[in-house]
Each structure stands twice: as structure tokens, then as C-alpha cells.
């Protein structure tokens, strides 16, 4: 899993959201190309371990998004994600919140159910955010790559 962000206000829109769709409206759609930094599994007393984390570890992964998607994409990351994940029932089920960040402004999931070990990428729901993203509710979708740790990643966001 992994993610990005998104703003709506003139400067700052070019700068660090990507492309979007019905900017003059009150929906966004931006397109962002996600690459892993970090992925950490931790038991339960915040020790690393190997592999999925037992039942009350964690699962931390930071990741820096690029405007754009795998084929197209800036050439620096404007935008940066931190998933934190704790497994509440054996053998992946975890409750999450995922934070992406771009400059003073925030988006934010929280009170996530995940299986972290399927496959499967439903639309994840985007609770509010900070900033000029406060007011904005959507969802972002993450696309994973091949055998990669990296995504594709679609945010759409809307204000109201």
C-alpha cells in the first residue's frame, strides 16, 4: 500500500498535485507514480522482525510520489506517504491510517481495516486533511506495479 496528495489553489496546485481533471469545478483527479522508501514489520513490543508482524505489530511504509504514473513521471517527488498499520487479528488484518503530506498541507485516511496480505486494491476512503486540503473528503486508489514495491496511484478528491 501507498499513496499521494493533492491541492486545488492556483500555485501551489502546479507545484505539487500532477495532472488533474475539472480543476475550475469542485472534483480533482490527480495521477501520481509511488516508490517505496521504507517498509518496516514490527512485533508487538516495537522490536523489527521479518515478515508480517504478529498479532499487535505494525507495519510502517513511507513512500515519495512523483506527478505523474509509471510511464510518465516528473522527474523529482513533490509528495510524500506514511502508512502505519497494527494487526488486530491473525494472520494480516490491521487497523490503518495513512497520511499524505505536500508542503504545510495534509490528507489523511484514518480507522482503516486491511488485509495486508491480499492483493486486492478497493478505493481507499479520504477522511479530511489540513491546510488547503481541509474540507476535502474522496478516495484514492493504489495500483501496484508488477513484482515491485511501487504503484500507481489515482486521487480524487471532492470539497464539501
Not at 31 to 52: D, M, P, R
Not at 83 to 92: G, M, N, S, W, Y
Amino acid at each position: 500500500m501507498a499513496g499521494c496528495v493533492a491541492s486545488s489553489i492556483g500555485f501551489a496546485m502546479a507545484t505539487f498535485c500532477g495532472s488533474s481533471s475539472g480543476a475550475a469545478s469542485s472534483t480533482l483527479v490527480l495521477h501520481y507514480y509511488q516508490t517505496q522508501s521504507l517498509l518496516k514489520f514490527l512485533n508487538a513490543s516495537n522490536v523489527v522482525i521479518q515478515g508480517y508482524p504478529p498479532l499487535g505489530g505494525h507495519v510502517i511504509e513511507d513512500d515519495v510520489d512523483y506527478v505523474g504514473d509509471k510511464s510518465h513521471h516528473a522527474k523529482t517527488w513533490t509528495v510524500s506517504d506514511h502508512l502505519f498499520c497494527t494487526v488486530v487479528t491473525a494472520p494480516a488484518t490491521a487497523s490503518c491510517s495513512y497520511v499524505f503530506a505536500a508542503g504545510d498541507s495534509i490528507i489523511y485516511m484514518d480507522n482503516l481495516s486491511e488485509n495486508l496480505a491480499s492483493s486486492a486494491t478497493p478505493a481507499i476512503p479520504i477522511d479530511g486533511g489540513t491546510g488547503k486540503f481541509a474540507g476535502y473528503s474522496g478516495s484514492a486508489l493504489i495500483t501496484g506495479i508488477g513484482n515491485t514495491n511501487d504503484s500507481n496511484v489515482v486521487i480524487t478528491l471532492h470539497r464539501g
